[in-house]
Nanobody
Framework: QVQLAESGGGLVQAGDSLRISCAAS????????MGWFRRAPGKERDFVAS????????YYADSVKGRFTISRDNAKNTVYLQMNSLKPEDTAVYYC???????????????WGQGIHVTVSS
């Protein structure tokens, strides 16, 4: 089956930047989009950003728009999330997932990575 592996997480200071990656085993006809979600301590898993594999169209949550940038490298089957101006409230476990929409709903995604920790200190 499709496998997703996140990398690049860690501990950073507020205001700093971090780029996390998600390597996928491949694309499929039914799952042509990639999304990033995150689960902050004590909260639900929320949408962050998504991207289309073929044309690069993107969609962002309001909370990260202007600070985060999602991108992809089709040759490497990898999607990235560049996170700038990080805030303590960005602290969460970040998950990548394959989807069939640019949507922000968990039900629109099927395969999920294991998640990677991002901690932003104040």
């Amino acid at each position: 089956q499709v496998q997703l592996a996140e990398s690049g997480g860690g501990l950073v200071q507020a205001g700093d930047s971090l780029r996390i990656s998600c390597a996928a085993s491949g694309r499929s006809f039914n799952w042509l989009f990639m999304g990033w979600f995150r689960r902050a301590p004590g909260k639900e898993r929320d949408f962050v950003a998504s991207i289309s594999w073929n044309d690069g169209n993107t969609y962002y949550a309001d909370s990260v728009k202007g600070r985060f940038t999602i991108s992809r490298d089709n040759a490497k089957n990898t999607v990235y999330l560049q996170m700038n101006s990080l805030k303590p409230e960005d602290t969460a476990v970040y998950y990548c997932a394959t989807g069939r929409r640019l949507g922000d709903r968990r039900s629109e995604y099927n395969y999920w990575g294991q998640g990677i920790h991002v901690t932003v200190s104040s």
